[in-house]
T-cell receptor
């Protein structure tokens, strides 16, 4: 089935140790998003790619970066994770940009920072 | 800036009964979309229903329907004949039609429990 896949589902890292989360999609969608969702809070958009065009949210910390080497894959790099970065990270895709287009979400990666 | 408020952190409903989840939002825009997303435990978030602000008719998807009151900026979700599989976190969300930054603004969510 076409879907959005996130690996790993659970990731443990140490304070300050770089970590990379991955997302892949078989939907061939143009747009890919990364959200951060802390416990009992709403998902918060970090950035998104429209094709290869990167769009960063103004309040996304510099500690967070992203790469999209091709249509199918998108990575979230956290350069120096702090305790406050522990969260669920959700990847989503959309066929096109624009309000009407549905976003399809992956199952998320739960990041623990020790 | 737009905001989305869900005033009910948790709700419970008996199986087969009807439940309504509340959502209000604040915006100065006239064109936008509203969504309800469902996030089951340990599973991905999926779209339940969407509403275009320019449409007066309330959206309906099988057992799910909305009550969209544009003037009151209210967008509630009604689940009829509740089933155990409806247990999840439900997020109300807003997306601007005019602002092309593609951002969805989510409420904090309502956790729905289904009682057998």
């Amino acid at each position: 089935d076409a879907m959005v896949i996130q690996n790993p589902r659970y990731q443990v890292t140490q304070f300050g140790k770089p970590v990379t989360l991955s997302c892949s999609q078989t939907l061939n969608h143009n747009v890919m998003y990364w959200y951060q969702q802390k416990s009992s809070q709403a998902p918060k958009l970090l950035f998104h790619y429209y094709d290869k065009d990167f769009n960063n949210e103004a309040d996304t910390p510099d500690n967070f970066q992203s790469r999209r080497p091709n249509t199918s894959f998108c990575f979230l790099d956290i350069r120096s994770p702090g305790l406050g970065d522990a969260a669920m990270y959700l990847c989503a895709t959309s066929r096109e940009a624009g309000s009407y287009n549905e976003q399809f979400f992956g199952p998320g990666t739960r990041l623990t920072v020790l | 800036a737009q905001t989305v408020t869900q005033s009910q952190p948790e709700m419970s409903v008996q199986e087969a009964e009807t439940v309504t989840l509340s959502c209000t939002y604040d915006t100065s825009e006239s064109d936008y979309y509203l969504f309800w997303y469902k996030q089951p435990p340990s599973r991905q978030m999926i779209l339940v229903i969407r509403q275009e602000a320019y449409k007066q008719q309330n959206a309906t998807e099988n057992r799910f329907s909305v009550n969209f009151q544009k003037a009151a900026k209210s967008f509630s979700l009604k689940i009829s004949d509740s089933q155990l599989g409806d247990a999840a976190m439900y997020f109300c969300a807003y997306r601007s039609e005019m602002n092309r930054d593609d951002k969805i603004i989510f409420g904090k969510g309502t956790r729905l429990h289904i009682l057998p």
